[in-house]
């Protein structure tokens, strides 16, 4: 198992340009998670889906904000026009949990991410 | 509102010692779970332990043993022997799950450990 495959590992980008982020989870995860880490606010959820229907995108912090599940084996966090202040690490992570099959709940390896 | 508190922002000790980082958490569901991640200087989050409400027994791994008391509502996590390889940033997270397929960890603020040679 290859575990949470995060893309790019780092980014650096110019303000006002477009970025996308990418996250392919485990194999057989029905819930994906999207966080971001900074100093100043710590680890905070942005949105998460369950069976690739968003589920709660209260953390997003606003419309330049946006993601996606297209099927259950990808995910896209997009962020247009870009701004410095949403420099950070962004983790991805994916879980499943039934009362049969038990609980998992793994993270990727993060994207950090600069605009300058 | 869940909510998770890692008093304890930064604590140094000198390697061998025995070290205890403190959680204490808030929530209004009878179902949750309790995470315990470690993030070293390259930044990943790797997962500790994960216990469950309704489990209430202490646990030992090697050199980490953890100390779950609902009536004090903490999660504490104690390092014997610490070694500098036990330098790191430790998080402490809450999932309130009482629908599958809705556990969003609540993180706490983190605490910095440092262990000197």
């Known amino acids: 198992d290859a575990g949470v495959i995060q893309s790019p590992r780092h980014e650096v980008t110019e303000m006002g340009q477009e970025v996308t982020l990418r996250c392919k989870p485990i194999?057989?995860?029905?819930?994906l998670f999207w966080y971001r880490q900074t100093m100043m606010r710590g680890l905070e959820l942005l949105i998460y889906f369950n069976n690739n229907v968003p589920i709660d995108d209260s953390g997003m912090p606003e419309d330049r904000f946006s993601a996606k599940m297209p099927n259950a084996s990808f995910s896209t966090l997009k962020i247009q026009p870009s701004e410095p202040r949403d420099s950070a690490v962004y983790f991805c992570?994916?879980?499943?949990?039934?009362?049969?099959?038990?609980?998992?709940?793994?993270f990727g390896s993060g994207t950090r991410l600069t605009v300058v | 509102a869940q909510k998770v508190t890692q008093a304890q922002t930064e604590i140094s000790v000198v390697e061998k010692e025995d070290v205890t980082l403190d959680c204490v958490y808030e929530?209004?569901?009878?179902?949750?779970?309790l995470f315990w991640y470690k993030q070293p200087p390259s930044g990943e989050l790797v997962f500790l332990i994960r216990r469950n409400s309704f489990d209430e027994q202490n646990e030992i791994s090697g050199r980490y043993s953890w100390n779950f008391q609902k009536s004090t509502s903490s999660f504490n996590f104690t390092i014997t022997a610490s070694q500098v390889v036990d330098s790191a940033v430790y998080f402490c997270a809450l999932s309130e799950a009482p629908n599958f397929g809705n556990e969003k960890l609540t993180f706490g603020t983190g605490t910095r450990l440092t262990i000197i040679p």
């Open positions: 992570a994916s879980s499943f949990r039934t009362p049969y099959r038990g609980y998992g709940y793994t």
């Open positions: 194999s057989g995860h029905n819930s």
């Open positions: 929530t209004r569901d009878t179902t949750y779970y």
